[in-house]
C-alpha cells in the first residue's frame, strides 16, 4: 500500500459544480496533513493545512478522518481557475519528512 | 519580496557536465529541501537541512551533493550530469520539519 494515495484523475466538471477529493494515508501516528495546488509548470502552494475538526475557507473545506485514515478536500461552486493538479501531503510523525501524493488532476470546464 | 527563490530559472547542459543551482529563503525558517519533479509530475524528495544540518538524504547518486552555508541558502551540486536528471528541481523551507512548506519557483534543467 502505497504511504499517500490520490485518485490520479482527471477529474473534468463544468463550472459551479461541487467536486470531492480524497486522500488516504497508512502511517496512523501521522501529525500533520495539508493540500497543495500545483498549477501546470508552477511550483506546489500551500492550499490549507487540514485540522482535525475540519476547516473551511471561502468554497474549500477540508477534513480529517483519522479512524478511516483520510483526508478530503471539497471544493463548491467551482471555477476556471480552479483547473490545477491537488496534491495530498501527510507527515511522517517519525521523522522531518512530509510525503505527497502524486496529486489529483482537476479540469474545470466551462 | 519573494520568499523562497531559486537560480537559475532554466538551465540546459550537456551531459558530463557539473552545474549547481541555488536557493534562498527570507522566511527565517529552520528547515529547507530539495525536491525532484520528474516528466510524470511526481515530487519526490531529495535532501532536506535543519539550521544547517543534514537530516534527510533519500537514495539519490552521490552524484548529488547538497550545500548549505547558513540556515537561509541551501544549494545542489550535481556532478556528471546524466539524461535522466533531466526533471524540475524544486527548493523548500518551513519553520519546523512537519510543517507546511513553501517552495521556490523550480529550476528547470534539461540534459542533452
Known amino acids: 500500500r502505497k504511504e499517500v494515495e490520490q485518485d490520479p484523475g482527471p477529474f473534468n466538471v463544468p463550472e459551479g459544480a461541487t467536486v470531492a477529493f480524497n486522500c488516504t494515508y497508512s502511517?496512523?501516528?501521522?501529525?500533520?496533513f495539508f493540500w497543495y495546488r500545483q498549477d501546470c509548470r508552477k511550483e506546489p502552494k500551500l492550499l490549507m493545512s487540514?485540522?482535525?475538526?475540519?476547516n473551511e475557507d471561502g468554497r474549500f473545506t477540508a477534513q480529517l478522518n483519522r479512524a478511516s485514515q483520510y483526508i478530503s478536500l471539497l471544493i463548491r461552486d467551482s471555477k476556471l481557475s480552479d483547473s490545477a493538479t491537488y496534491l495530498c501531503?501527510?507527515?511522517?510523525?517519525?521523522?522531518?519528512?512530509?510525503?505527497w501524493g502524486a496529486g489529483t488532476k482537476l479540469i474545470i470546464k466551462p | 519580496d519573494t520568499a523562497v527563490s531559486q537560480t537559475p530559472k532554466y538551465l540546459v547542459t550537456q551531459m558530463g557536465n557539473d552545474k549547481s543551482i541555488k536557493c534562498e529563503q527570507n522566511?527565517?525558517?529552520?528547515?529547507m529541501y530539495w525536491y525532484k519533479q520528474d516528466s510524470k509530475k511526481f515530487l519526490k524528495i531529495m535532501f532536506s537541512?535543519?539550521?544547517?544540518?543534514?537530516?534527510i538524504n533519500e537514495t539519490v547518486p552521490n552524484r548529488f551533493s547538497p550545500k548549505s552555508p547558513d540556515k537561509a541558502h541551501l544549494n545542489l551540486h550535481i556532478n556528471s550530469l546524466e539524461l535522466g536528471d533531466s526533471a524540475v528541481y524544486f527548493c523548500?523551507?518551513?519553520?519546523?520539519?512537519?510543517?507546511?512548506?513553501?517552495f521556490g519557483p523550480g529550476t528547470r534543467l534539461t540534459v542533452t
Open positions: 501531503v501527510v507527515n511522517m510523525a517519525s521523522n522531518y519528512q512530509l510525503i
Open positions: 502511517n496512523s501516528a501521522s501529525q500533520s
Open positions: 523548500a523551507s518551513s519553520q519546523t520539519g512537519i510543517g507546511e512548506q513553501y
Open positions: 522566511l527565517g525558517h529552520d528547515t
Open positions: 487540514v485540522y482535525s475538526s475540519g
Open positions: 537541512y535543519n539550521n544547517k544540518e543534514l537530516i
